[in-house]
């Protein structure tokens, strides 16, 4: 099912129509589709064209001037890898459907790819128009399982500025950590934060799979759910970069921050899915600023059965890299 609703010309249709079909040529190498389609219907330069694809199953409905809606129509999903490892574990690493919290939710994309396997998911997104474009996943699907939940996680509750994306990737909005403050000329809004253990004791279900995209603001999310962390062990996928890196010495030092003992693989690309490699040390690739790579932790406690379900996990040692 595809549905694209605006006004183009021939030309621009046959571009957007191509682009799309190499993204889905999965058979080749994702760089080699990635070099293609951005040839053909740039991201920075796609009009703000209305869409509706399948996706996993469900109706994505977005627009074409959105990066991670241009993925969905392009590539088939945002990141690839990540979406088919999440899809996985969340379907057949747990004994039955676990509670999954969606942190720096953003569109949608990732909760609508967790609310069919899900018992319940929690979507953490403090900018109310990326709200409102999950609740129109949640309307369009008619799903009863997920909350969307108006604010960020930190490690208090309070109010912080928040600088809203300015570009076509609606997820580089970022929260100033404590001592850094914005640029003079950066407009800014205060947004809400709350804390994940101060959420559970209120009476949210704690998570068993979690999932957190926040722009370097993880390692703060991360001590305000110590508790949660040690008592719920979830399975945490995340993105790592170099504050983050810098703060754990590259996540041998996990244990201090979560309380329990994590193992961490890098998730990688591959044709038809996704690989995972121990996470070693990628300090002179994290060197560059904003360069970010995508992290899977397992449980000591989980590793059993996640390594029947990763089988590259299986061939691994169980221990905190």
Same mark, same amino acid.
């Given at each position: 099912m595809t549905q694209v609703a605006a006004r183009l010309?021939?030309?621009?249709?046959?571009?957007?129509?191509?682009?799309?079909?190499?993204?889905?040529?999965?058979?080749?190498?994702?760089?080699?589709? /990635?070099?293609?389609?951005?040839?053909?219907?740039?991201?920075?330069?796609?009009?703000?064209?209305?869409?509706?694809?399948?996706?996993?199953?469900?109706?994505?409905?977005?627009?074409?001037d959105s990066f991670i809606d241009w993925s969905v129509f392009m590539f088939g999903a945002y990141e690839e890898a990540v979406a088919k490892l999440m899809v996985k574990v969340v379907r057949e690493g747990f004994p039955a459907p676990p509670v999954a919290w969606d942190i720096g939710a953003n569109c949608g994309h990732h909760t609508l790819l967790l609310a069919p396997h899900a018992k319940e998911v929690h979507?953490?997104?403090?900018?109310?128009?990326?709200?409102?474009?999950?609740?129109?996943?949640? =309307?369009?699907?008619?799903?009863?399982?997920?909350?969307?939940?108006?604010?960020?996680?930190? /490690?208090?509750?309070?109010?912080?500025?928040?600088?809203?994306?300015?570009?076509?990737?609606?997820?580089?909005?970022?929260?100033?950590?404590?001592?850094?403050l914005p640029p003079g000329d950066a407009v800014t809004i205060d947004l809400p934060l709350s804390t994940g253990d101060t959420l559970v004791a209120a009476g949210t279900?704690?998570?068993?799979?979690?999932?957190?995209?926040? =722009?370097?603001?993880?390692?703060?999310?991360?001590?305000?759910?110590?508790?949660?962390i040690r008592t719920s062990q979830p399975i945490i996928v995340l993105e790592y970069g170099r504050l983050l890196q810098e703060r754990t010495s590259g996540m041998r030092r996990t244990r201090d921050l979560l309380g329990i003992d994590y193992s961490w693989y890098v998730i990688k690309l591959a044709v038809g899915g996704f690989r995972l490699k121990?996470?070693? /040390?990628?300090? =002179?690739?994290?060197?560059?600023?904003?360069?970010?790579? /995508?992290?899977?932790?397992?449980?000591?406690?989980?590793?059993?059965?996640l390594s029947k379900v990763l089988s590259v996990v299986s061939n691994e040692t169980p221990g905190e890299r």
């Open positions: 010309t021939n030309s621009t249709k046959w571009r957007i129509a191509t682009a799309s079909a190499i993204g889905h040529a999965h058979l080749l190498p994702f760089s080699i589709r /990635d070099r293609a389609v951005r040839l053909l219907a740039s991201p920075e330069f796609c009009p703000g064209t209305l869409f509706t694809v399948d996706f996993f199953g469900q109706r994505y409905s977005g627009q074409l979507a953490f997104e403090p900018l109310a128009s990326l709200c409102d474009s999950i609740q129109q996943k949640i =309307q369009e699907n008619n799903l009863r399982n997920v909350k969307i939940h108006r604010f960020g996680l930190g /490690d208090r509750i309070t109010t912080r500025p928040f600088l809203a994306p300015t570009d076509r990737n609606w997820g580089s909005g970022v929260f100033y950590p404590d001592g850094k279900s704690a998570p068993q799979f979690l999932k957190m995209d926040i =722009q370097e603001f993880e390692y703060q999310a991360l001590v305000g759910m110590h508790d949660i121990p996470l070693e /040390d990628v300090r =002179q690739f994290l060197a560059q600023p904003y360069t970010f790579i /995508d992290i899977i932790g397992i449980p000591r406690e989980r590793a059993e059965r």
